[in-house]
């Protein structure tokens, strides 16, 4: 069993940053791959970004690509997502999630791939 707790969330100028980490604990963490998620009122779940757990590889979705940054630190079993150049459309619920992985340096994008799920936290980017 893995637990995951995230932070960071909360109320942002558009254009601003904000940095997301997800604490996680129970079985072995640098044996799961990471990613991150998120909902917005009305809409489905979408993937935000895949790290594995070497944090060798990572993958971003497209609306997110050259302004969100994912990084992990196995020592403190922590997952970050840096968001630089915010913008009102990624107002949503930002979940991390755990996907237990047999390769260093594999990620998953679909949420169906992953084993554990964190609470979630707001984040909310006014124009």
């Known amino acids: 069993q893995v637990q995951l707790v995230e932070s960071g969330g909360g109320l942002v100028q558009a254009g601003g940053s904000l940095r997301l980490s997800c604490a996680a604990s129970g079985r072995t963490f640098s044996r799961y791959a990471m990613g991150w998620f998120r909902q917005a009122p009305g809409k489905e779940r979408e993937f935000v970004a895949a790290i594995s757990w070497s944090g060798g590889k990572t993958y971003y979705a497209d609306s997110v690509k050259g302004r969100f940054t994912i990084s992990r630190d196995n020592a403190k079993n922590t997952v970050y997502l840096q968001m630089n150049s915010l913008k009102p459309e990624d107002t949503a619920v930002y979940y991390c999630?755990?996907?237990?992985?047999?390769?260093?340096?594999?990620?998953?994008?679909?949420?169906?791939?992953?084993?554990?799920w964190g609470q979630g936290t707001q984040v909310t980017v006014s124009s």
């Open positions: 999630a755990a996907a237990a992985s047999s390769f260093s340096n594999t990620y998953y994008t679909g949420g169906s791939e992953y084993d554990y």
